[in-house]
């Protein structure tokens, strides 16, 4: 499975792994829409691919999200994401039963107090029909305030349905706390449940656990056919009658442990209290609702050593609540997130822009192109408009006019203009147009020499076929000057 860390997993913003066992991960996430912090435990190997166990999880997510106990630790969501299932549980600033044992060992009535709690929430459970199956130290919260709370009901069994989140035909829990018939794939009852309890109450009483064996098949084989040390022969200081209790937890027989988990509980506190269960009568056992108030009651606070070693443990978690710290931490992941993202994208947004750019260039270029023959249409016109000129003035220098020479001069200068490659053609639009006047039969060669010129018609801006500043680049207009100049004078 992937690393969830710094990523989202449908709404929820993973922070951190807080826990991780043989078939979850638990992270601690962030939920902006409730502005609070969750665990979401994600299932492995879950096979969100098939639609079997998709059902089957989303029934029993449902089931257990349902129920609601002071001491069960709430769900209070579950969901898919690609191929991961989740639930999404509250966050607890508390250790484990195991964070305890590991700081130091609890006494009778320490253990009495917590198996108070669990056995509450488990005869709870059992009466809406949900079987645990994996009790054991690491799904057990401790508050701050030295409270029980059962979590982990991932590996429940509906009763009356077969419903697992395992393989068909696989032994479902942990096997160094699995009950007998657990093992050997037989029906599981709420007793299964208590045999469970009765390891892990073993394990708080003496330190180690029953069975203790290399190989978790081997332990599993352990708790079919072999019996465990007695309890006191590992720690003397045990009372028989705490011995009692946990002997009749683990009975390899169902039908021979307590029937419910409040009973057992019931005779451990009247254990740690020094009576004996065996000098309680049945008759006088209270049952039911009426015995978990009673437990309650006795037990409703923690002892002062087991709170000082819950604090303990619960301030190495990180808050329940969402700190400035947190926040600012939040605030750096999605900055970060978005970073990643924009990283993703970059290269594709470049390409697009590169793409965009060429295609801008290559429109610049065609257009650019059809100014050119535009312009280089409108200087032929202006070419052939010259000349037409040149004709006209060279008509009028033959019937001997002599303002043609002007005009003449004029339209010299402008074709000097474009003589030169690469030159642009600077047309005036004051060009003169020279009208030949038709010398009379009876004028003499005298007159004319003496008179002045005959007055030309010289209109300052006459209409004219070329058109006004017209300048482009004329490249063949060297081509046109030597044709020109066989007519120039």
Request: charged fraction near 20%; avoid cysteine; hydrophobic fraction near 40%.
């Amino acid at each position: 499975m992937r690393e969830l860390s710094d990523h989202k997993l449908g709404p929820y913003h993973i922070l951190e792994p807080i826990g991780r066992g043989g078939m979850a991960i638990i992270y601690r996430a962030y939920h902006p829409a409730t502005d609070r912090l969750v665990a979401v435990k994600v299932l492995l190997d879950s096979r969100a691919d098939d639609p079997q166990i998709v059902r089957r999880f989303e029934h029993e997510a449902r089931v257990i999200a349902g129920l609601e106990h002071r001491n069960i630790v709430p769900v209070y969501d579950f969901g898919r994401e690609a191929e991961l299932l989740y639930l999404v549980m509250r966050y607890l600033r508390a250790g484990t039963v195991s964070d305890l044992l590991r700081r130091r060992s609890l006494t009778p009535t320490d253990a009495a107090s917590i198996l108070n709690d669990v056995a509450a929430a488990l005869d709870y459970a059992h009466t809406q029909g949900v079987i645990h199956r994996d009790i054991k130290p690491n799904n057990i919260l401790v508050d701050a305030g030295g409270h029980a709370n059962l979590t982990d009901f991932g590996l429940a069994k509906v009763i009356g349905e077969s419903l697992d989140l395992t393989r068909t035909g696989t032994s479902i829990g942990t096997p160094a706390y699995m009950a007998p018939e657990q093992v050997a794939g037989e029906p599981v009852s709420p007793r299964t449940d208590i045999y469970a309890l009765g390891v892990m109450l073993y394990e708080m009483a003496t330190g180690v656990l029953p069975f203790v064996s290399d190989s978790p098949m081997a332990v599993a084989i352990m708790h079919l056919n072999d019996t465990p040390r007695q309890p006191r022969e590992v720690n003397p200081m045990l009372s028989q009658a705490v011995e009692q209790v946990i002997e009749r937890a683990m009975s390899r027989q169902p039908e021979r442990r307590y029937a419910t988990a409040g009973e057992m509980a019931h005779a451990l506190a009247q254990a740690a209290d020094g009576a004996s269960p065996a000098m309680i009568n049945n008759e006088d056992r209270p049952h039911g609702s009426e015995q978990t108030t009673l437990m309650s009651l006795a037990l409703e606070k923690p002892t002062l050593q087991l709170s000082e070693l819950a604090r303990e443990v619960a301030e190495t978690r990180s808050p329940e609540e969402i700190t400035p710290e947190i926040r600012r931490a939040l605030k750096r992941k999605q900055q970060e997130r978005r970073r990643r993202k924009l990283l993703v994208f970059a290269p594709w947004a470049a390409a697009a822009t590169l793409v965009i750019a060429l295609v801008v260039m290559l429109v610049m270029v065609v257009r650019s192109s059809a100014d050119s023959r535009a312009s280089a249409a409108a200087t032929a016109t202006a070419v052939n408009g010259l000349i037409v000129q040149l004709a006209d003035a060279q008509t009028a220098m033959a019937g001997g006019n002599v303002g043609a020479q002007a005009t003449l001069a004029q339209l010299q200068t402008q074709i000097a203009g474009i003589s030169t490659p690469g030159s642009t053609l600077a047309v005036s639009p004051t060009v003169v147009r020279v009208t030949p006047t038709p010398l009379s039969e009876s004028t003499s060669t005298s007159a004319i020499a003496t008179q002045p010129p005959p007055a030309t018609s010289v209109p300052v801006r006459p209409t004219s076929i070329i058109p006004p500043a017209v300048r482009t680049q004329v490249p063949d207009v060297p081509k046109i000057v030597p044709t020109l100049s066989g007519i120039l004078p």
